[in-house]
């Protein structure tokens, strides 16, 4: 009756008997008002209140573009958007798509859809290979965003948008292009390439050798340490896999096992290895060997570190392998990487001090 009965529903009110009229009100809704008559008892009374905005869903393809309304920024699609009745201008996608604008007239209580298929700005590329050393002409693969597009000497287009632009070749490590693509313009480039380092390091303790491999600005040993000391072992007791994967250290033993001048990664130096290969999500694929995984888990080994699956002291090889790091977690557990069969990922675990793992040297 124009009177102020309750600030929030649920709510009782006694009223005389009579007509009455009675009306609700919620901020974004329409106010509604309902006609009742009151003779005894306590009639209940629910209302569905009738949104005063309208739904937008917007998406795109490719997802994750930019999506602005009226010119001010709503974040990426898809989005979910409640507006106001009215006619709205959207801009969808990036500086390096061609952006479309779509006008939507959106009516009150009104769902309407935005779908609209995006085409990224292209540029011409030229790339060439070379040997560092000769100044051979090589025929390395070209990724566009991990996605190999063909060969050098590689003519073709790539989207302005590419994050990354790489080169390959057998026994050279994959190598990023620095490149700046612009619409409608030809970007030439050639990429020297260094031979993978085959060099090898005598460990003067007893001798062994180990092949040795540089990634970025790191240079590791390309096998596991072998070296009789401590608390080590090999994997079933078997000599014979000593040879092949390397000895298994506690983590206490294997702080202390590689030789003077290399040392057992911290957390982040393995973390710099994980970025450099590509991230841990597919570092994996690239560090493990050409061979020796089961389940058709082999990598592409296109830096040399040529992982194996060395297993753990007390399970089962061929599936995986762990690395100790040198950077300890709590008091009974230390930080680890492990290599999956199954997985192209390289991850960063937890694990017990005692537990058998294999040990990576790094050089000083």
Known sequence: ?????????????????????????????????????????????????????????????????????????????PLHLELSPGIYELVLGSDCMRRKTVTVNLARGQSRQVSEALVAREAGLSLQATDAKTGDDLAARVFVDGNQVGETPYVGKASTCAQTIEVEADGYPRTEVKVQLTEGKKTQATVTLEQRSKDMFTDPRDGQKYRVTKIGSQVWMAQNLNYKTGNSSCYDDNANNCSKFGRLYDWETAKQACPTGWHLPTSKEWDALTEVVGGANFAGAKLKAVSGWNNNGKGTDVFGFSALPAGLRGGSSDKYTF????????????????????????LAVDYDKITGFSARCLQN
């Open 1 to 77: 009756d124009g009177k102020l009965a309750c600030s929030a529903t649920p709510c009782g009110k006694s009223l005389p008997a009579g007509a009455h009229s009675i009306q609700f009100g919620l901020e974004r809704y329409l106010d509604t008002t309902l006609s009742i008559t009151v003779r005894s008892g306590m009639p209940k009374v629910a209302v569905k209140l009738t949104p005063g905005w309208g739904t937008l869903d917007i998406s795109t393809s490719p997802t994750g573009q930019p999506v602005q309304v009226n010119g001010k920024d709503q974040g990426a699609s």
């Open 323 to 346: 690395f100790w790091s040198a950077t300890e977690t709590n008091e009974s557990q230390a930080n680890a990487r492990t290599l999956y069969a199954s997985y192209a990922y390289f």
